[in-house]
């Protein structure tokens, strides 16, 4: 048995996570059908935010989610921080979608929304 204090961040998280619903599926993706022929339905990155923030801000919550550009990889990517009150946090590897030659600003806002989801 171990006598190291857990992570104030870890165990907020842990009890937010029990009480978080699922989000909302508010949008609809017409590129995407399905096998009744309708438009595949998902959820925006508005949906989860609405979803989780209130649950967070319970628990003494923020969720951080830097974006960069990997020079090393061509990638954007995003990494999630839970950050805490008493300081501590929980991050998360970045994610990250190729950043591809010739791509507009709206390609990789899309990118860059779906990796936060």
């Known amino acids: ?11 907020a998280l842990v009890k937010a996570s029990a009480e978080m619903p699922n989000p909302t599926m508010d949008s609809k993706n017409g590129a995407f059908r399905r096998p009744d022929g309708q438009p595949h339905k998902y959820a925006s990155l508005n949906a989860f935010l609405d979803a989780i923030k209130p649950v967070l801000a319970k628990y003494d919550l923020a969720l951080v989610q830097p974006v960069s550009t990997n020079p090393n990889t061509g990638m954007i990517e995003v990494q999630t921080m839970f950050m805490h009150v008493s300081g501590s946090n929980v991050t998360f590897p970045p994610l990250g979608m190729p950043l591809n030659p010739g791509m507009t600003c709206q390609q990789a806002g899309t990118s860059i929304s779906y990796i936060r989801r």
Not at 2 to 9: C, L, R, T, Y
């Open 1 to 11: 048995m171990s006598d190291s204090v857990p992570n104030p961040a870890v165990v």
